[in-house]
Structure formats: C-alpha cells, structure tokens
C-alpha cells in the first residue's frame, strides 16, 4: 500500500484497536482504491480518506426489558450514523448475539457506499443489539423491541435516518419497532422505517428485493459471459430472507439450489431446495435447516458443515461475514465454480478474496450484488412520501432496472480505473467518488 495511505489507516487502527471487522472494512475500500486515491489531488486536498472512515456520529445505549419470568435482562443497542452526504442516515438493524460496535461499524462502513451504488439519494448507517431473538417468545420480542425503540427514537425520523431490517430482524420486529415508535412520537410517520408490513405503508416486493436483487445481479454478471442463469446449479449459504428470495427467483429463471445453512450446519437437497417448505419452517415454525433436511426425501443434513464444498455453477453467500476463507474458495475452484456473487455483507474473508480474483471466477462484493434491498427500501420511501402504493410488478422493474445499472456501473467504473472486469474496484470506486463528490461541494463538515 502508498505510504500516505498506509498511514491514514494506521491512523484508523490506533483510533478503532479493537475492532476487527471494522479495520477490514476499510482496509479493503482503500487498497482497492489505491489507482483512484492517488490519481485524485482534491479528494487528498479535502481530506475525503480520513473523514469518511469517521463517522459522524455513534450511539451506544443500554436496552433494559424483562422476559417472560420477570427476570431483569440488559443489551445493548447501538446506532451508527457513519455518513448523511447523499440523503438520511440508511441502513439496517440487526440482532444477534455476534453483534458489537466493530461488526456495526463495518456494516454502516459498507452501507455508504452500497447506498450510493443505488444512486437513490440515501446515507449510510447501521444499528443493532447483542439481543438474540432465536428462543424468545413472541412477547419477550415485542418488549426488547420496544425498549430498544424507546431510545433510538430520540434519533431517527423520515428526514433524519431510516432503520430497517438485517439478520434477526424481520416483519415481526419492524411491526414491533414502529408501533412503539408511532406511540412515543405520537404520529404516523411511515417513513421512518422500511421494510413495514404492506397493509400499513410497506411495500410490495421489499421482502423479496435482497434475494431478487441478488439473483438479477448475477444473471447480469453471466450475460457478459453470453451465459445466464437458465440451466445453473447453486450453493446457497444461510436460510433467511436473503437465501429464501435468492432462491425463489433462481428457480423463477431456471436455475436450481442446492443448499442452505444456519448456525447448526449445511443442508444439502440435490432435488433443489423447496422454497414453500423453506418458507413454512422459517417464518411459521421457526425451525432450523435440520427440520427442513427431515422433511425433503433425498435431503442430507451436514451437521457443522458448510456449504461450500458441494459442486456447484454458482455461490451465493447470504448468511454472514467471514463465511467463506481462501481454502473454500480454492475448493470451489477446483470444482470448477464460475461466479460467487455476495448475499450477505463481506462474506469472504481477504484471503477468500484475493483467491477469488486471481481465478477464473468472476466475483461481485456485497455492496453491489445485495443493494436491492436498500434500494427497495428507497423505493418504499417514495411511496411512504407520496402516498402511493406500487403494484408488486412496478416495484420488480424497478428493481432490476436498479441493479442492471448498479452492474453497469461497476463495469464502466473499473474500465476507466484500468481493471476491466475488476466489480470489486468498480464498486467501491464508483460508491466512493459519487460520496467524495458531494462531500467537496458540500464543504469541510
Ligand atoms: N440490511 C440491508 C442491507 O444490508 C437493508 C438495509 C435497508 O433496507 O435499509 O443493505
């Protein structure tokens, strides 16, 4: 890495010492724009690199609720507002027990950027809570959620900064989440989160937009191969709302998957995953991949085991970060893997990356290949804004018309940047310059 760059993150390691994935995060965005950031003497002049790795503002707060026993439980709950240069803080909220500020952190690091990949007028953000929500009950849900708004409302609003979902944090939270939002605020302000139930400002089509979004990314991606698709086999990590859409659509055009996982292990259905069932254990039973595996005849569940050395055309990460390292990815290459397109935010590790783009497998970051869900998000906010109410089939086209032009951007993005091909460097430079931009004109804030 140029020394004047190195020294910039040197700086960011000793402010942020105990945040791994955060100095991930940022390590990444710079080597890949190393060409971009050396070529541009006002982005250095403004000091872009070392403010937009700050962010404008972090909050940290304690949730206190009581569950079903009356037993006094503390989390804790953060919100962190890294850049509002294109529009309102945006960005998710997960709960899960791996969340701490370093993972926040890196996610509303990613979410500028993805945001603007968009080009929909959006921040970026992030927030969550070390809550668990696997094993709680309906009730003890609702409480945690309410509690957890009873802060984060001083923080948020239509204008301000737009939460919705991430891991852990689906249709039932977000019901929760407003309804205790609309109390303390006293006003139906939709627009204050998305990713609501349709029958009160939701949209149609933002449930399936991240998994979709995902899938048309790809099919984009083998166009450039004269391929699509049609005819593809699948490995799919995860088996939340990423994967499930991931999967209807790949179906939807032909395509087959064959796996999905969680915490407890991989399952591996050679007939291809059967989305209803997958549906029904997910968001009516609550179950896990194993309940799925024991239901599909010729399904093996693979107890610990990941996904990633089933044989397969194409990998679709949509569980977490760091799901996959460098010895997958040369186990998918062996297999003669085409395309990895990421589902979930940072999924690979560096080294899973640098192998990645030193093969003949073509791979697409996260911040590009998942944007359809926050640009679904953009989408229910005009409609909140109007009051209007799309039909699932406009929202569709607007989807794909979004990540077709997310895809191309990528492609001219990295063309220009001398890396033809290179979607890593094309996002993260054109996400970059369209922030940096705006961030000159708006002055040293
Ligand atoms: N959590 C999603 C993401 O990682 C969606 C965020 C949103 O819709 O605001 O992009």
Redesign the pocket.
């Known amino acids: 890495m140029d020394a004047r760059l190195e020294a910039v993150y040197e700086e960011a390691l000793k402010r942020n010492p105990t945040q791994p994935e955060f100095q991930q995060a940022v390590r990444e965005v710079i080597e890949s724009l190393e060409t971009l950031l050396l070529s541009r003497q006002d982005y250095q002049d403004a000091g872009i690199l070392e403010r937009i790795i700050e962010p404008e503002r972090q909050i940290m707060f304690r949730v206190a609720w009581q569950d079903d026993n009356n037993v006094v439980r503390v989390n804790r709950g953060y919100r962190i507002q890294f850049n509002s240069t294109l529009g309102p803080y945006?960005?998710?909220l997960r709960f899960h027990p791996s969340v701490t500020l370093s993972v926040i952190k890196f996610?509303g690091f990613e979410?500028i950027f993805?945001n603007a990949l968009t080009g929909q007028g959006l921040g970026g953000g992030k927030g969550g809570s070390d809550f668990n929500p696997h094993g709680k009950s309906d009730d003890e849900v609702m409480r945690f959620c309410q509690a957890f708004m009873m802060e984060l409302s001083r923080h948020i609003g239509a204008d301000v900064d737009?939460?919705?979902?991430?891991i852990g944090v689906g249709a039932r939270e977000i019901g929760y989440l407003f309804g205790q939002y609309k109390r303390i605020a006293n006003r139906n302000e939709a627009g204050v989160l998305?990713?609501k139930g349709v029958g009160w400002g939701g949209s149609l089509g933002r449930r399936e937009a991240?998994g979709y979004g995902l899938v048309m990314f790809a099919d984009n991606m083998l166009a450039q191969r004269g391929d699509s698709i049609a005819g593809k086999t699948a490995i799919i990590s995860g088996s939340g709302n990423v994967a499930t859409y991931a999967i209807e659509k790949l179906h939807q055009r032909g395509g087959k998957a064959v796996s999905i996982s969680d915490s407890g292990g991989a399952v591996y259905d050679p007939d291809g995953i059967d989305v209803e069932l997958l549906k029904e254990i997910k968001e009516v039973r609550r179950g896990r991949v194993e309940h799925y595996a024991a239901e599909r005849p010729n399904a093996e569940f693979r107890k610990n085991r990941k996904v990633w050395d089933i044989e397969a055309d194409l990998a679709l990460p949509c569980a977490t970060q760091n799901e996959i390292d460098a010895n997958d990815v040369r186990a998918m290459n062996a297999n003669g893997l085409q395309l990895i397109a990421e589902g979930a935010?940072m999924p690979l590790t560096p080294g899973a990356v640098e192998v990645a783009q030193n093969s003949r497998i073509l791979y697409a970051p996260g911040k590009a290949a998942?944007?359809g869900?926050?640009a679904t998000?953009a989408l229910e906010m005009q409609q909140n804004a109007s009051l209007q109410g799309w039909s699932f089939d406009v929202v569709e086209d607007k989807l794909e018309a979004v990540m077709r032009n997310i895809h191309d951007t990528c492609l001219r993005t990295a063309e220009e940047l001398d890396d033809p091909g290179n979607y890593l460097v094309g996002a993260n430079a054109a996400g970059f310059m369209k922030v940096a931009d705006a961030m000159i004109q708006q002055g040293v804030i």
Request: aromatic share 0%.
């Open positions: 945006k960005g998710g996610l979410q993805k737009v939460p919705a979902g991430d998305t990713g991240t935010n998942n944007a869900g926050v998000s």
